[in-house]
């Protein structure tokens, strides 16, 4: 064995054997990260939001909603919003349980994204998947409020990945799995659950090639909706075609689908009749959709219906907009957030000055 040779040899069991008696690493505490880091707090005012998920209470007199990864309740007739979840983890993603009495949301307070449970007014926070590496995010609750379907992500080599969609228990464990992907490049994501329990209705991207794509035309098809039968196992092609369809949101009696869909350079949020499959469009001046992107948190934040049935609640232009199915004109639901809001030091690097 040459000098060099016994060398590295020597050196890698040294470091091998230092390691191996090392105490395995602390978890990650996202909510109190170790270091200096010299955290700033910035008083947060705001009447606006970007990206906001909203979800209407089952009796129709409160909503929830995420600003800038913090949980925010406030009554649907508007004003000052009253946080449910604040700090350093990310928290997006709030939605009622069927009775009303808990919300779930997508955190990363773990570690890494996986589904969390809280009482409605933000007590007793906990836990509900244990996701280490393939994280979840998008759950719908199923509707006797005993289960949660949420988008479980797979990564490749080549690009962000894509998703298949898994249900969890709300007691826990490793949850089972509902659809399969296709490949490790195109997503399938937003789930939505029908409340006789019967039917899963979800996105998933279909644009030719087998494979992600940066140049798709958001004109043709690149997500449809399709619809899972729990009885049956079969699985049906709800709407798509020209401008796709995306962001599913079952109607709470199961009788109309509302979506969205790119028409020309608009996003457009769209109705489907499930009983007549009409379609009709209610209001383009969403803002626009994620078709195009990787969209691993869902091609469009979630939005909810009223429990009439005849009206939705969604984000667009930095604000919380009430419209009728049947008709093109909605209005402001007027919301304030002040909040303290935690930013860390700007990491920055030392570079040497050199002279020739």
């Not at 997503?187 to 329990?197: H, Q, T």
Request: aromatic residues 14%.
């Amino acid at each position: 064995m040459s000098k060099f040779n016994l060398l590295f040899t020597l050196l890698f069991c040294g470091v091998f054997s230092l390691f191996s008696q090392n105490e395995k690493p602390k978890n990650w505490d996202v909510s109190n990260p170790e270091g200096a880091w010299n955290f700033k707090v910035l008083n947060l005012q705001t009447t606006e939001g970007t990206w906001m998920n909203i979800d209407v209470s089952p009796n129709g007199k409160e909503l929830v909603f995420d600003l800038l990864g913090d949980i925010y309740k406030m009554s649907i007739a508007g004003g000052e919003a009253t946080s449910l979840r604040e700090g350093l983890p990310f928290e997006v993603q709030p939605r009622w349980s069927p009775d009303g009495t808990k919300i779930f949301f997508t955190s990363d307070a773990g570690g890494g994204d996986n589904i969390w449970v809280m009482d409605a007014n933000g007590a007793n926070a906990k836990q509900l998947t244990k996701e280490t590496f393939r994280l979840l995010n998008n759950g719908a609750w199923s509707a006797d409020g005993n289960y949660i379907v949420a988008r479980k992500h797979y990564t490749s080599q080549r690009s962000l990945g894509a998703g298949e969609l898994w249900m969890y228990h709300t007691t826990g464990g490793a949850g089972t799995q509902i659809t399969k992907r296709k490949n490790d490049q195109q997503d399938v994501n937003e789930p939505s659950l029908s409340p006789d329990g019967r039917y899963l209705y979800y996105s998933e991207d279909v644009y030719p090639g087998g494979a992600f794509q940066y140049n798709k035309d958001p004109n043709k098809q690149i997500y449809l909706i399709k619809r899972y039968d729990f009885e049956t196992g079969e699985t049906t092609v709800v709407t798509g075609g020209p401008g796709g369809a995306a962001r599913p949101q079952i109607s709470r009696d199961g009788k109309k689908l509302a979506f969205v869909r790119r028409v020309r350079t608009k996003t457009v949020l769209f109705i489907h009749d499930l009983e007549t499959a009409e379609e009709w469009p209610v209001v383009d001046t969403l803002n626009k959709d994620q078709q195009e992107a990787w969209a691993i948190f869902g091609v469009y934040p979630g939005f909810s219906w009223m429990p009439n049935n005849k009206e939705i609640i969604y984000w667009s232009g930095g604000k919380i907009n009430r419209t009728a199915i049947n008709s093109s004109t909605s209005k402001v639901i007027p919301f304030k957030v002040e909040a303290k809001i935690q930013q860390s030091s700007i990491f920055r690097f030392r570079y040497a000055s050199w002279r020739w």
